[in-house]
């Protein structure tokens, strides 16, 4: 499957961002998808899935109550609404896809397909 990721942008401390992923297949519904991100001289890190059929979110603590992961069937578009933003919060940012769900979510190398990145830039 094919990702497009969009939506990136620079904002300041506070703001608001939300992203875009839409997938080239005829239903993300079985689809595991998820969200990475890497900062400038960082490896890549988890950010926040969502489950396939069932819809359950994941996040990683930093963004936990401030981050929203969200699906929407009818455009095959995955969603991440990024609210409170820090500076610790700039960096590339992945989508990523994988059509069965795997318990090590958090793991990069456990998804198949990956989006070309976009990046989101947070000043103080």
């Known amino acids: 499957v094919q990702l497009q990721a969009s939506g990136g942008g620079s904002v300041q401390a506070g703001g608001s961002l939300r992203l875009s992923c839409a997938a080239s297949?005829?239903?993300?519904?079985?689809?595991?998808m998820a969200w990475f991100r890497q900062a400038p001289g960082k490896e890549r890190e988890f950010v926040t899935a969502?489950?396939?059929?069932?819809?359950?979110?994941y996040y990683e603590d930093s963004v936990k109550g401030r981050f929203a992961i969200s699906r929407d069937y009818a455009k095959n578009t995955v969603y991440l609404q990024m609210n409170s933003l820090r500076p610790e919060d700039t960096a590339i940012y992945y989508c990523?896809?994988?059509?069965?769900?795997?318990?090590?979510?958090?793991?990069?190398?456990?998804?198949?397909?990956w989006g070309q990145g976009t990046l989101v830039t947070v000043s103080s």
């Open positions: 969502i489950r396939g059929n069932s819809g359950q979110t």
């Open positions: 297949v005829r239903t993300i519904y079985s689809y595991g």
């Open positions: 990523a896809a994988r059509q069965h769900w795997h318990i090590y979510y958090s793991d990069a190398t456990n998804y198949i397909s």
